[in-house]
């Protein structure tokens, strides 16, 4: 089993929809989750508010064609509410009767403005993950794009507490630094950067400092290990999948196999069409999933660590979060 802790595919869902397509997982990508593997995941709506009009507008229409989606694909999807919902995928291991687990994630707020009760909303629609940023500055926090000096605002704390409250995954990838330790220093719940590298091997922003690392660590979160390319090195040479399991080990090293897994942020969701979707090597999309559990035998791992990093790991801190005191 595998469980991709980060993938856009509300974002190209959306996309099918405007051009009247439906039922998108049955007809785009079932086939191809089979071929690799995958059990389910984190999918998010993401947007870019820089590059559309009215943000809020075009979020609501999104979070609607999501929830049309899962109407059609009620048969393939089970959206994951609670650590008990994870034994679905146990369950469904035949092909026949396979369901995915799905979180439903929210990767940045902007298209909520400076609402906070849309947070409660979100939650009663099955939302249990959200970033407060993807890169831009909002009301409530600011991303990897924006003024270095600004963090979370007074509405992003109160949102912190709110997510808290209720118990949804609060993910810090494409914050920024000071967002960041707002955030470690306002949530009082585990965290996670549910796709991020480590920037000691990458000196991407979007990766995470040793300081970073080893915060979430101690606060109970986790790391997810991004497969997009210029996240895994600079190197054009070492953008492969075994680059990729060195950022895991340089990681689990600080922190502990337990606390690491997989945001692989695949560019196929999210890449418009006519465009080249751009890949790792070894790990190009995710009917490669099956490559990673190849390449963690190769290093020697056995089946139960594989099986850590793979999936159990997040579904651990998935009851870390919904079961916290």
């Not at 059609?72 to 369950?91: C, T, V």
């Not at 945001?263 to 990673?292: C, I, K, M, Q, W």
Request: charged letters at 25%; aromatic letters at 12%.
């Amino acid at each position: 089993m595998f469980f991709d802790m980060h993938a856009d595919v509300w974002t190209d869902n959306f996309w099918e929809y405007k051009k009247g397509n439906k039922d998108v997982i049955r007809n785009k990508y079932k086939e191809r989750f089979l071929k690799g593997g995958l059990s389910g995941g984190i999918f998010v709506i993401y947007l870019n508010a820089n590059e559309v009009e009215n943000p809020e507008e075009y979020f609501f229409a999104d979070l609607r064609a999501m929830t049309e989606e899962l109407h059609y694909a009620r048969d393939l999807i089970k959206i994951i509410k609670e650590p008990s919902d994870f034994k679905m995928m146990e369950k469904s291991l035949d092909e026949k009767n396979k369901k995915f687990g799905v979180v439903l994630g929210i990767e940045g707020l902007p298209g909520i403005g400076n609402k906070l009760d849309y947070l409660y909303l979100l939650y009663q629609l099955g939302v249990r993950h959200i970033g407060m940023t993807w890169n831009e500055t909002n009301a409530f926090a600011t991303g990897q794009s924006g003024d270095k000096n600004r963090g979370l605002t007074p509405l992003g704390i109160d949102a912190v507490k709110i997510i808290n409250e209720l118990g949804i995954l609060l993910d810090v990838s494409h914050a920024n630094d000071k967002t960041f330790w707002n955030i470690v220093k306002h949530s009082k719940k585990p965290f996670f950067a549910s796709h991020s590298n480590a920037r000691s091997l990458c000196p991407a922003m979007r990766n995470l400092t040793d300081d970073q690392i080893l915060c979430i660590g101690e606060h109970g979160g986790m790391v997810g290990m991004n497969s997009y390319h210029n996240f895994v090195s600079q190197n054009e040479s070492e953008k492969n999948l075994e680059m990729l399991l060195n950022h895991l080990e340089y990681v689990a090293n600080k922190i502990g196999l337990d606390k690491v897994g997989f945001g692989l942020d695949f560019a196929e969701y999210y890449t418009p069409e006519g465009e080249e979707v751009s890949g790792l090597s070894g790990l190009h999309d995710v009917t490669e999933l099956r490559n990673v559990e190849k390449a963690l035998k190769n290093r020697g791992y056995s089946l139960n660590e594989i099986e850590m990093v793979t999936y159990k790991n997040f579904i651990d801190f998935f009851g870390r979060v919904r079961n916290f005191k």
